[in-house]
Nanobody, 127 residues
Framework: QVQLVDSGGGLVQAGGSLRLSCAAF????????LGWFGRAAGKERGFVTA????????YYADCVKGRFTISRDNAKNTVYLQMNSLKPEDTAVYYC????????????????????WGQGTQVTVSS
């Protein structure tokens, strides 16, 4: 019943920006942690950022701090990822994920703790 629809990926040059969106259906953001994970070619899925929709607390991987910003609109059940100063190493398929705060709290960077996943949106950064 729950669906996450992520979008906004594309091809950009290094230094450019993209804004990803993830719309959720069948769940209420107010009790969920929303995250973004990236899977680069030949690599395992890795944590990028997350936000606790209850508290507004945010979490970032070191490699994106100062460049990416996660935000949410609980009324719209939508989470956003503003990606600035993009680098070629940011190239990956980005997946949004949602998990109830009781499961994700304390383990926000672990993908296995999230219950629902989007289909992924490709971000390609050229040099």
């Amino acid at each position: 019943q729950v669906q996450l629809v992520d979008s906004g990926g594309g091809l950009v040059q290094a230094g450019g920006s993209l804004r990803l969106s993830c719309a959720a259906f069948g769940l209420t953001f107010g009790t969920y942690v929303l995250g973004w994970f990236g899977r680069a070619a030949g690599k395992e899925r890795g944590f990028v950022t997350a936000i606790n929709s209850r508290t507004g607390n945010t979490y970032y991987a070191d490699c994106v701090k100062g460049r990416f910003t996660i935000s949410r609109d609980n009324a719209k059940n939508t989470v956003y990822l503003q990606m600035n100063s993009l680098k070629p190493e940011d190239t990956a398929v980005y997946y949004c994920a949602a998990g109830h705060w009781t499961a994700v709290a304390g383990r926000v960077t672990a993908g296995a703790t999230y219950d629902y996943w989007g289909q992924g949106t490709q971000v390609t950064v050229s040099s």
